[in-house]
């Protein structure tokens, strides 16, 4: 809950105040951010542009955490880990917005992380603690530290956990670990996926370019656009009602081609739908080959936004939807299909440049708690893939535990199943990305990190 602090008091409907109580809430549940900002939104009545100012401040301070704590170290007598949560993180709030956001004068950063302060009910003394820490940070700037280098070794500030940069290290290596570090703490260029049922990636191009908006040709999938300066709001892109778009990474637009070569008629099933970005793909297939789908998400959420998507990109399509689990489904006895996409839960840390949260919300025990799920997932749309089926597996993780060793363990209990070669399925710009048969590129300023698996039931 918000801090409400005097009876009958609504919290205020600032950005500084939704972008601390966000950090507050993802600390205690380890929860997405996006749905709680959105949450706290509503709550407390928070104008849309604000709340667009809330998201960029709460990403950048997660993109900047182990600068903006070294700073802190720096700044003030107190150890850091004594300090209430909505002190901590307002400190973080304030001083990213001095440091990192320019058109935000410093007057205003200061004044208004100190009035959510003092909206949060918090006593004079500490109002008047982050405004002091806040107005001493602008005296010191000279001599700070800059955001981009770590004085310590000299090198760019990581801003990852150890837990993870120790892995990474330990497999890609120093100068690999550093890079993708440093990928994923740069703003992430958007990228479209162009529905090839209202328009094209031609004319949308055109669109865009009339409204000033700058764009090229996606790299690897071919449906991709990618807009590198676009900082606005999705939904005033043109043809955002129209459903000319989705916002989708091309490794993400790129797996459901494995599920090729499609029989026409025949039936597919996206098992974990999501927002059904790769739903969508096999829509516009249906288009052609007269495709039955069926797409099932069990997340209220999640499965409310997957029937907004198909709503405004393919109204009327033949979709079918159901809120359930993948085990509801076999214990209803659907299926067979000729093809299966699991797209499944994972620890997402091939994106945690894209949803820097992920990196704090995430502990290394997690990753064999996803590999339980992920292998249940896989046994489950075993038994519903029929004879000559094909069964694609993905994640958005950069972990063994969750990719290679899954499939691993998977082919081990179901030696009716062979791990097929990836690479004629896919444009042959992102054949670089397959290793030992799988499709796995690694983060950089133009692809997720993802990883996909193509095996056929004999
Ligand atoms: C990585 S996301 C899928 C993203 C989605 N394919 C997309 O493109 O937007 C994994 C999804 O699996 C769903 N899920 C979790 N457990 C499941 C289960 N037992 N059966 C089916 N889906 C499940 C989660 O709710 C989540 O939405």
């Avoid at 802190?72 to 440091?99: A, N």
């Avoid at 001599?143 to 890609?172: C, E, K, V, Y």
């Avoid at 080959?289 to 209220?300: F, K, Q, S, V």
């Avoid at 993780?397 to 990719?403: A, K, Q, T, W």
Wanted: proline residues 8%; positive net charge; charged residues 25%.
């Amino acid at each position: 809950m918000p801090r409400i602090p005097q009876k009958n008091r609504k919290p205020p409907k600032t950005a500084r105040y939704a972008a601390i109580e966000t950090l507050c809430r993802m600390e205690r549940s380890r929860s997405p951010v996006k749905p709680l900002l959105e949450g706290i939104g509503v709550e407390c009545r928070v104008p849309a542009a604000d709340r667009g100012l809330a998201m960029t401040i709460v990403y950048g301070v997660l993109r900047h955490r182990q600068y903006l704590e070294s700073l802190m170290d720096r700044l003030c007598r107190h150890p850091r880990h004594k300090f209430d949560p909505f002190i901590l993180h307002s400190l973080e709030v304030g001083l990213f917005q001095l440091l990192r956001l320019d058109r935000i004068p410093q007057s205003a950063a200061v004044n208004e992380t100190v009035q959510a302060v003092k909206a949060a009910g918090l006593p004079q003394r500490l109002q008047g603690f982050v405004n002091g820490i806040l107005r001493e940070s602008i005296r010191q700037r000279p001599t700070l530290p800059g955001i981009d280098t770590d004085p310590q070794s000299g090198r760019p500030w990581l801003n990852h956990p150890a837990w993870l940069t120790n892995r990474w290290r330990q497999r890609f290596g120093e100068d690999e670990m550093r890079r993708i570090c440093a990928s994923n703490n740069e703003e992430p260029t958007l990228v479209l996926k162009i529905n090839g049922t209202a328009t094209t990636r031609e004319q949308y191009r055109m669109s865009l370019t009339s409204a000033g908006i700058a764009c090229r040709d996606g790299l690897f999938a071919p449906q991709a656009l990618a807009l590198p300066d676009c900082q606005g709001a999705i939904p005033l892109l043109p043809g955002y009602a129209a459903g000319h778009f989705l916002v989708q990474d091309e490794a993400t637009q790129l797996a459901p081609l494995l599920l090729g070569p499609f029989r026409p008629g025949g039936r597919y099933l996206d098992a974990c739908a999501g927002l059904g970005g790769k739903t969508c793909h096999l829509i516009e297939l249906e288009h052609d080959l007269a495709l039955r789908i069926t797409a099932i998400e069990p997340d209220p959420y999640r499965y409310r936004k997957l029937g907004e998507n198909l709503q405004r990109l393919y109204p009327g399509t033949g979709c079918t939807t159901r809120q359930c689990t993948l085990q509801d489904l076999v214990a209803a006895g659907d299926g067979p299909f000729d093809g299966i996409l699991v797209d499944a839960p994972c620890s997402g840390t091939g994106v945690t440049g894209r949803h820097p949260d992920i990196r704090w919300n995430r502990t290394e025990a997690d990753l064999l708690r996803y590999q339980a799920t992920q292998l249940e997932l896989l046994d489950q749309a075993a038994a519903m893939t029929a004879a000559g089926g094909i069964l694609v597996y993905a994640t958005c993780s950069l972990e063994p535990e969750e990719n290679e060793e899954v499939i691993r363990l998977f082919l081990l209990r179901h030696d009716q199943f062979r791990l097929t070669d990836p690479e004629p399925l896919l444009p042959s710009a992102a054949g670089r990305f397959i290793a030992d048969r799988c499709f796995a590129p690694r983060p950089d300023a133009t692809i997720d990190g993802f990883f996909a698996a193509r095996m056929v039931r004999r």
